[in-house]
Nanobody, 116 residues
Framework: QLQLVESGGAAVQPGGSLRLSCAASGSLFELYTMGWYRQARGKQRELVALITSGGSTNYVDSVKGRFTISAEHAKNTVYLQMDNLKSEDTAVYYC??????????WGQGTQVTVSS
């Protein structure tokens, strides 16, 4: 019933831009927080950006000034605008949602590859 559908990953050159999207569906009255995690090959999954229902945001230091998380509430969708991409941004990006008492959900993941 509670699902996350994400898209937008691609292969780009350094300095390029991508926009990831994640749409939540189901009973959303306890959808409090959404965000993006990423996992590079051989590394732990890390939080990239997060947005709460109150509009507050958090970013990992390495993406501050380059990535922007936003929400389109009418569509129950969050976005991650990624500018000035670097090779170290290469990873599988996973959408994340906190549904309160119903727990967490993960999207299927989308590959972002930055190379020249």
């Amino acid at each position: 019933q509670l699902q996350l559908v994400e898209s937008g990953g691609a292969a780009v050159q350094p300095g390029g831009s991508l926009r990831l999207s994640c749409a939540a569906s189901g009973s959303l009255f306890e959808l409090y927080t959404m965000g993006w995690y990423r996992q590079a090959r051989g590394k732990q999954r890390e939080l990239v950006a997060l947005i709460t229902s109150g509009g507050s945001t958090n970013y990992v230091d390495s993406v501050k000034g380059r990535f922007t998380i936003s929400a389109e509430h009418a569509k129950n969708t969050v976005y991650l605008q990624m500018d000035n991409l670097k090779s170290e941004d290469t990873a599988v990006y996973y959408c994340y949602a906190n549904f309160g008492s119903r727990g967490f959900r993960w999207g299927q993941g989308t590959q972002v590859t930055v190379s020249s």
